[in-house]
């Protein structure tokens, strides 16, 4: 795989789990937070019943840890593919190649001085 195409798919994943929390923080803490008092300042007596109710931390908190367990699973994944090319590499540097053999003309010359060699 290339480097991009990794670095996009991490890129959704996380921005996809990142939307989630700031779609939490919204939905679940500022919003309730902002209207209930203004609400109970209207006159507005039992603001359980409204669609908004009370302040969610739990659905917050919940995000917030599905973020970070998604972030070092996806740090532990590239960890490991990063580890995998290194050893690819590796081996290819390790394995020296063979010398090419010699040309047709290296072999004639090379036998002509074998036979003055002899003489």
């Not at 991009?4 to 700031?22: S, T, Y």
């Not at 603001?47 to 070092?72: M, Q, R």
């Not at 593919?81 to 010398?99: D, F, H, S, T």
């Amino acid at each position: 795989m290339r480097g991009n195409v990794v670095d996009l798919a991490v890129a959704v994943v996380i921005g996809g789990a990142f939307g989630a929390i700031v779609n939490s923080l919204v939905k679940d803490i500022i919003t309730p937070a902002i209207l209930n008092p203004a609400l109970k300042m209207a006159g507005v007596e039992n603001i359980k019943d409204l669609a908004w109710g009370p302040l969610k931390y739990g659905s917050f908190l919940s995000n917030v840890i599905s973020f970070i367990v998604i972030g070092f699973s996806l740090f532990i994944i590239i960890k490991a593919m990063a580890k995998i090319q290194n050893l690819k590499k590796k081996k290819a540097e390790e394995a020296p190649a063979a010398p090419p053999a010699p040309s047709a003309e290296e072999t004639l010359l090379t036998e002509i001085r074998d036979l003055l060699k002899n003489k």
